[in-house]
Nanobody, 126 residues
Framework: QVQLVESGGGSVQAGGSLRLSCVVS??????????MAWFRQAQGNEREGVAA???????TYASSVKGRFTIYKDNIRNTLYLEMNNLKPEDTAMYYC??????????????????WGQGTQVTVSS
């Protein structure tokens, strides 16, 4: 079992930056070799994948955030981060941390991830 707690959301103006954090807690029986990702859900929209850090170190990003967002993990602090720069109003959403894929061939499918945090709100004003 993996527990995820996000923080770092807030309100910024367009062009600003935020860094989201996701603290990971897991049982000793849960292996360390799992992937993690950030998803977001804007009001009235479906949840969508933003960035993923796959086991082995590969990163992948949605085209809408590529070049602006960076996903990385501090293994000592057991914390996943999402560095967000040059934020745009369309980035406004609830951001969720996810862990452990079911099907390792699939990345940004919501149902493919076992563990979810409670979310942190990001609001970008123009």
């Amino acid at each position: 079992q993996v527990q995820l707690v996000e923080s770092g959301g807030g309100s910024v103006q367009a062009g600003g930056s935020l860094r989201l954090s996701c603290v990971v807690s897991k049982g000793t029986r849960t292996p360390d070799n799992y992937s993690m990702a950030w998803f977001r859900q804007a009001q009235g929209n479906e949840r969508e994948g933003v960035a993923a850090l796959l086991w082995g170190g590969t990163t992948t990003y949605a085209s809408s955030v590529k070049g602006r967002f960076t996903i990385y993990k501090d293994n000592i602090r057991n914390t996943l981060y999402l560095e967000m720069n040059n934020l745009k109003p369309e980035d406004t959403a609830m951001y969720y941390c996810a862990a452990r894929r079911v099907d390792l061939r699939v990345v940004f499918t919501v149902d493919n991830w076992r563990d979810w945090g409670q979310g942190t709100q990001v609001t970008v004003s123009s």
